[in-house]
């Protein structure tokens, strides 16, 4: 893959670089945050940017549950999160297909019903539709152990520089993702799916919750590095050929990739705006490229200033992630931010992609050279399989058995 040669003098002074190492260690390891991994999508695209746009839709009908893909990826991206993780108990692999069954089986019909016009548990009935969406995916680990049939690209991730995950909030064999406009849906129905998935015969793993900038229907939220955070998603067209499944079997399905980031959010706050839009490669005042005028021109990763050195600095984060350096490949990113602390705040970064070596590619230039380096350490990951949706007569995973 190329590769551009760094510039010392795009480089974030020492003194900066060090900051966050003084007070705590010094962080390394790349992570796919505020400028966007790709370029924006062309005019067609983003008439047709209904897919990952953020903003929740009007409280008024509720989202419907079943369909050919799950509405956990394909509805607009809502202000308020939870992320789940449920682990089977090892057996044979036989008995760890049929928990696995009854888990699929179990969190169908909760998803549903929380998802209707008419819940059945009075804590989500009064207030309007939930106006829930979900995804339920398959960890990669557990895929290939109990062979399913799942994409061939379907795989771990591999260690980064910098990399500090911690096992007990990664990975997991079922990852159930919830999203919805207030915390109070979310806080009754992980309840609800908690309780389906231990009586099927799992136990929870991890749990993780996250939320969104404030931000109008269609426009883009903002991180809590006061960045832009999704402004180059792909458009329908391009999701089709990078975000779905390829084969007819999967075409339906994709793979997120999810990685925890923390984040110094005073250290980098503590910069010079020039130097945070040169770190990121956008301006943070309306996230338009440094070598561009509005939010959606695409970065010219290569345009230079006069005296040789790059517009969009070698070693920006919206430089390291452009597609150019990927035969134009693009993630779908509907990432939120968390904050479980004063000391522990930053980004849950949810992507999905046909191909988590997509994500490797990328992550593998950031965490050599981002600017961003010294202010972001990733502390957990994990892939699943996202599976296709569920008919109104069938379950969440039918075609994994094949």
């Known amino acids: 893959m190329p590769t551009e040669q760094g510039n010392e003098r795009d480089s974030l002074p020492a003194e900066a670089t060090r900051s966050f190492g003084r007070r705590r260690a010094l962080l390394a390891g790349g992570a796919v945050l505020a400028a966007g991994v790709g370029v924006a999508a062309d005019e067609a695209a983003r008439r047709d ?3 990952g746009a953020a903003g929740a839709p009007s409280a008024t009908t509720a989202l419907p549950f079943h369909g050919a893909r799950q509405a956990g990826v394909t509805a607009p991206q809502q202000p308020a999160t939870q992320l789940l993780a449920f682990d089977l108990p090892r057996s044979t ?3 760890e ?5 009854a888990v699929l089986g179990a969190l169908t019909g909760t998803l549903a019903g929380a998802a209707s016009e008419q819940p059945r548990d009075p804590r989500l009935q009064g207030g309007g539709t939930t106006r829930l969406t979900s995804l339920v995916g398959i960890g990669s680990a557990t895929a290939a152990r109990l062979r399913l049939d799942v994409p061939a690209s379907l795989a771990a991730l591999p260690a980064f520089p910098g ?8 990975d997991g064999d079922v990852l159930v993702q919830l999203c919805a406009a207030d915390r109070w849906t979310l806080t009754v129905v992980a309840e609800l799916v ?9 136990q929870p793993r991890w749990h993780q919750s996250g939320f969104l900038a404030p931000t109008p229907p269609g426009t883009t939220p903002r991180n809590l590095f006061g960045s832009l955070d999704g402004t180059a998603n792909p458009g329908r067209e391009a999701a089709e050929q990078w975000v779905w499944g390829e084969s007819v079997a999967h075409r ?53 200033n006069p005296d040789g050195s790059y517009v969009i600095p070698a070693t920006a984060h919206v430089r390291l992630a452009s597609p150019r350096f990927d035969r134009g490949a693009r993630m779908l ?16 970064f949810c992507a999905f992609m046909r191909d988590p070596a997509q994500f490797v590619r990328v992550q593998e230039r950031l965490a050599a050279r981002d600017a961003l380096n010294p202010f972001v350490q990733h502390r957990a990951s994990a892939v699943a399989y996202v599976l296709p949706g569920a008919t109104e007569s069938g379950t969440l995973g039918d075609r994994l058995w094949a």
Do not use: C, N, Q, W
């Not at 990113?333 to 849950?348: E, K």
């Open 49 to 51: 940017h209904a897919d």
């Open 93 to 95: 692999a036989a008995r």
């Open 97 to 101: 297909r049929t928990t696995l069954r």
């Open 163 to 170: 990399d500090r995950l911690d096992p007990r909030r990664s």
């Open 194 to 202: 908690a309780t389906a998935v231990r009586a099927a015969g799992a």
């Open 252 to 304: 339906d399905g994709t793979v997120l990739v999810y990685r925890r980031i923390r984040m110094d959010v005073e250290g980098f706050a503590a910069l010079s705006e020039e130097r945070r839009d040169r770190a990121v490669g956008r301006r943070t005042r309306d996230g338009a490229p440094l070598s561009g005028t509005a939010e959606h021109d695409e970065p010219d990763i290569y345009a230079k």
């Open 333 to 348: 990113r509907r990432s939120y931010s968390y904050d479980d602390g004063p000391d522990d705040r930053g980004l849950l």
